[in-house]
């Protein structure tokens, strides 16, 4: 039985990740730091934090793997220096947290065409925030890169990507499966079973391989 850490558990993956650790017989215990409580449950531990100042000597940061959905998107962050705060330092102070307790698995939702060296700066971010968890050393680390996501509660609404699901749909026969939206449940369920059964160094888990 092991014991999971789930980072970003109030957004689209997130829910979807701390719901199958929750139901999953293989983990008895369940960490999920957020903002704000979640509600209770009898195998969830809900630490509340500020992002800004985690706690870097708790001992729930020891875990058997964490899967983390911890992002933002530009409007809701309102600047670029606010997005990459959130998508990239808070990812990294996280990361390094668990790593420094003995963590030895960790897997992050990323995105299709994620690379350090892009011209579109949310692309970039999250190159960068793969490159740099590279750098930790995890025994074992899973870069799921989804293209859309379908599915799952949305706080705003979002015109560009509503319109991009919108050509996804009725467009999907032309498009290669790459490109085509996934599910935030099989996103969720990708990325928990690759850091339930791990491969030692970095994985990558392209969006053409998420299955439903």
Request: proline fraction near 6%; glycine fraction near 8%; include cysteine.
């Amino acid at each position: 039985m092991k014991t999971a850490l789930i980072l970003g558990a109030t957004g689209q993956v997130g829910q979807s990740l701390l719901a199958q650790a929750l139901a999953s017989l293989k983990i008895s215990r369940v960490v999920a730091p957020t903002r704000r409580p979640l509600p209770t449950h009898t195998k969830l531990d809900n630490p509340v934090v500020d992002f800004e100042a985690l706690p870097a000597d708790a001992r729930w940061w020891k875990a058997d793997f964490v899967c983390c959905a911890l992002g933002t998107t530009l409007r809701q962050a309102k600047s670029r220096a606010g997005f990459y705060r959130v998508d990239h330092d808070y990812v990294l102070a996280a990361a390094q947290c668990a790593r420094e307790a003995g963590t030895p698995v960790f897997g992050l939702v990323s995105s299709l065409g994620a690379s350090p060296t892009s011209r579109v700066f949310y692309l970039r971010v999250k190159g960068e925030t793969e490159r740099d968890l590279g750098a930790l050393n995890f025994p074992s680390l899973t870069l799921i890169r989804p293209a859309l996501l379908i599915g799952g509660p949305r706080s705003q609404n979002r015109p560009l990507e509503s319109f991009g699901l919108f050509l996804g749909k009725h467009l999907s026969s032309l498009l290669p499966r790459r490109y085509h939206a996934v599910s935030t449940q099989s996103v969720a369920r990708s990325l928990m079973g690759a850091c339930l059964e791990p491969e030692t160094g970095i994985r990558i888990i392209e969006s053409e391989l998420i299955r439903d």
